[in-house]
Antibody, heavy 117, light 106 residues
Framework: QLQLQESGPGLVKPSETLSLTCNVS?????????WGWIRQAPGKGLEWIGN???????FPNPSLESRVTISMDTSKNQFSLRLNSVTAADTAVFYC??????????WGRGTMVTVSS | SIELTQPPSLSVSPGQTASITCSGN??????ASWYQQKPGQSPMLVIY???KRPSGIPERFSGSNSGNTATLTISGTQAVDEADYFC?????????FGGGTKLTVL
């Protein structure tokens, strides 16, 4: 059964880089799916951050494109998110998810990241 | 890219039908999906490709998408359906979420 698990620091200082990893178990990253990052600020809605395709192609949200890097490590069956120059507005729960059929069908539990000095 | 608009809230009595709308320019030309999110939980996919239900989703959940509006319909709404619902569309290589609708069952 496919499972996704986000990991990374829960606290990041303003202007620094937020780095998260999504560990995928129960399936291979290379199996023709897309993989995505989504975030949710406290009490707010869902915001798509970007996707990485099974072949390594990446598609960031245009509104975050200048600050976002998404990558994958197939040897570890992980994909990662880097968001640089963070501010308090980047405080959110970050989810990784599998995308298929134009939808995100499997989600991780999410990890809370707070941006504060 | 497309913007998706949902009503912020909707109240329904148990056993009644809840219809949650999601509006966006030419949304009917794209696939719409719907997610249910309960407090403290990750979103869960309930409808994809406009009307398809993932395995395990009750038949009372249905979807449609035409013109500029996608609709999630919950027939015979139950107390367990009380949650936030988000629509989502895939616009070529860009993903967009609606702002969410808080469904109250009372």
């Amino acid at each position: 059964q496919l499972q996704l698990q986000e990991s990374g620091p829960g606290l990041v200082k303003p202007s620094e880089t937020l780095s998260l990893t999504c560990n995928v178990s129960g399936d291979s990253l290379s199996n023709s799916f897309h993989w995505g990052w989504i975030r949710q600020a406290p009490g707010k809605g869902l915001e798509w951050i970007g996707n990485i395709y099974y072949n390594g192609d990446t598609f960031p949200n245009p509104s975050l494109e200048s600050r976002v890097t998404i990558s994958m490590d197939t040897s570890k069956n992980q994909f990662s998110l880097r968001l640089n120059s963070v501010t308090a507005a980047d405080t959110a729960v970050f989810y990784c998810a599998r995308a298929t059929g134009n939808a995100f069908d499997i989600w991780g539990r999410g990890t809370m990241v707070t941006v504060s000095s | 890219s497309i913007e998706l608009t949902q009503p912020p809230s909707l109240s329904v009595s148990p056993g009644q039908t809840a219809s949650i709308t999601c509006s966006g320019n030419e949304l009917g030309d794209k696939f719409a999906s719907w997610y249910q999110q309960k407090p403290g939980q990750s979103p869960m996919l309930v409808i994809y490709q406009d009307y398809k239900r993932p395995s395990g989703i009750p038949e009372r959940f249905s979807g449609s998408n035409s013109g500029n509006t996608a609709t999630l319909t919950i027939s015979g709404t139950q107390a367990v359906d009380e949650a936030d619902y988000f629509c989502q569309a895939w616009d070529t290589t860009t993903v967009v979420f609606g702002g969410g609708t808080k469904l109250t069952v009372l």
